[in-house]
């Protein structure tokens, strides 16, 4: 069993900054890239940032230069720091470990967390 449990989130005002991070637990052996969605009601969920193991990086363009994604020394976390807040990026924000390979699985698989709430305030 995986879990992935996000922290962070909260009421910031426009121009201010956070720190979500996400620590996936489990009798996991590597995950393969960290990502981070987000999303708002009646809109798909859409992909904010990824980072692979070795520690490639891809960001949407709409928050490029503002946000920075990066996995901890434990490499089962991942951070994504969002500067330059704006009320556009007022979402709940969810991680996502791709490619997950734990001691009790054949095939490797994709976990979610349960979201965490970003609200930017103008």
């Not at 193991?53 to 503002?66: E, L, Q």
């Amino acid at each position: 069993q995986v879990q992935l449990v996000e922290s962070g989130g909260g009421l910031v005002q426009a121009g201010g900054s956070l720190r979500l991070s996400c620590a996936a637990s489990g009798s996991i052996l590597s995950i393969n890239g960290m990502d981070w969605y987000r999303q708002t009601p009646g809109k798909q969920r859409e992909l904010v940032a990824a980072i692979t193991s070795g520690g490639s990086t891809n960001y949407a363009d709409s928050v490029k230069g503002r946000f920075t994604i990066s996995r901890g020394n434990a490499k089962n976390t991942v951070y994504l720091q969002m500067n330059s807040l704006k009320p556009e990026d007022t979402a709940v924000y969810y991680c996502n470990a791709v490619g997950v390979k734990t001691t009790t699985t054949r095939i490797n698989l994709n976990y979610w967390g349960q979201g965490t709430q970003v609200t930017v305030s103008s």
